[in-house]
C-alpha cells in the first residue's frame, strides 16, 4: 500500500455535513404525514431517509483508514488501543446521556415547568463543555443542576427520578460506538483483502442466519413478521423489551445481531478510504540513483479514483437489488442486501463529492454542509437534545389547554401558510437553518466538539 496522504479530503468533510443534515432533517418533522423521502420505508424497503444511517457509518470508516492508517504503517502500540477504546466508550456513554438528561422525568415532576426547563438547560450546557474538555466549567454546571434538583425536593414539589428500568441500551449513537470499536480493531490486525473477505462471509453468515435459523415461540420465521425474525428474538432475549426502542417494542432497529452487517458497512468505508489514500509512485528508471520511489499527485490518478468509486458503486447497488428479491432491504433488520445497497450509493456520492471538490475545486457551494461536518458531532446531539425539550415544554394553546412548544409553533406559523404535509417539511428546514446558524458561530471561531 502506498503512503498515506497528506492532505485532507474536503469531499469527506462535505458528505459528513450532508449526511448529518439530512439526518437532523428527517429526525424533526413539524408533524405527521410526511413526504415519502423524508420518512423510512415502513418496513421493507429503501427510501432517502434510509440511506442516512449506513451513511454515517461508511463516514466512520473511511475516517478510521484515515486516522488510524499512519499508525498501523507505523507499528500500533498499547496506546492506540487505549484511545480506541476510550473514544468507542465515550460514544456509547454520549449516546447514553443525550437520552437520560436532565436525569429526571420531565412530565411526572410537577414542578413548574421554566425551572425545569431552567436545570435541563443547565445539564446540556454542561455536556457541552464536557465535550470541549473544560471539565472545570462542566463540573461546576453538573453542581448547579443537582442543587436544582435538590431544590425541587425541599421545596416539596414531586420529582420522578429517571427510570433506568427502561433505559434503551442501544441507539444510534450506541451503535456507532460498537461499529467504530469492532472495525478499528479488524482494520489494525488485517489486510485490505482479509478484511473484504470477511465482509462478505459476515454478509454470508447473516443471510443464512436470518433466513435458516427458526425462531422460538414461532409457528413461522419471517423477515416480514416483525416479531418472528431471528433478530428480534436475540434483542428481546437479551436486551429486554423494556430495555428496547418503545416505538417497535418487539424489535430495536439498533439491536444486538444487526449490529454484524453494520460493521461489515463501516468496513466498506475502510476499503475506499484505503482507496482514497493510495498514491502512484514513479518507477526507477535504468542509470538513476537507488531512491525511495517518488509521489506523483496528478488530475488522471485522482480520475482513476472517481472511475473505481462510480463502477463499484454501480456494482455493489445492482447485486443490493438483485439480492433484494431473496433478501429484502430493511434498514431496522440493516440485511446484506440493504448494506450492498447503502454501499453503493454511499459511493456513488462521494465520488461525486470527490470530483465535484478535490479534483475540480467547486467548493462554494458546499459551504454549509462543510459548517455541518466540522461539528457534526455536536449537531446530532444538541439538536436530539433541543427537539425532547420543545416537545415537552408546554404552553396555553388555543383551546386553553397546554401544548408542546413545538406544536404551539406548527399551529401559529406553519400550519396557517400550508397545508400539514408541507407545514411539516417546512418546519424541519426552518429548525436545520436554526442550527446552521449555531454551528456556524463554532465554525467560526474555530470550536471543534469532537470524543
Known sequence: MAEAASERLISLDVFRGMTIAGMVLVNNPGTSPVYWPLDHAEWNGLTPTDWIFPFFLFIVGVSISISLGRRKEQGVTGRTYVQIISRAASIYLLGAAVSIIPFFQFQATDAPDPLKMLVWLVFAVALFFLLLRNYKVAGVLVVIGVVGIVAFNVSGYNVVPYNFGTWRIAGVLQRISVCYLFASLIFLHTTWRQQLVLSIVLLLVYWALMTLVPVPGCEITSMNDKACNLAAYVDRLIITEPHMWRVAKVYDPEGI??????????????????????????????????????????????????????????????????????????????????VLATTGLALLILGVCYWLIDIKAYVKWAWPFRVFGANALALFVFTGLFARMIAAYRVVGDDEKPVSVQRWIMQHVYLRIAQPIDASWMFAASFILLWLLLMWLLYRRQIYVKV
Do not use: C, H, Q
Request: proline content about 6%; cysteine-free; aromatic content about 12%.
Open 257 to 338: 445481531l444487526s449490529t454484524i452487517p453494520a460493521i461489515v458497512t463501516t468496513l466498506s468505508g475502510i476499503l475506499t478510504g484505503l482507496w482514497l489514500r493510495a498514491r502512484p509512485v514513479r518507477e526507477i528508471e535504468p542509470g538513476e540513483v537507488e531512491a525511495p520511489a517518488v509521489e506523483v499527485a496528478d488530475n488522471e490518478f485522482r480520475l482513476g479514483k472517481v472511475a473505481g468509486m462510480f463502477f463499484f458503486g454501480v456494482v455493489l447497488l445492482a447485486l443490493g437489488l438483485i439480492w433484494n428479491s431473496y433478501f429484502p432491504m430493511n434498514k431496522s433488520l440493516w440485511t446484506s442486501s440493504y
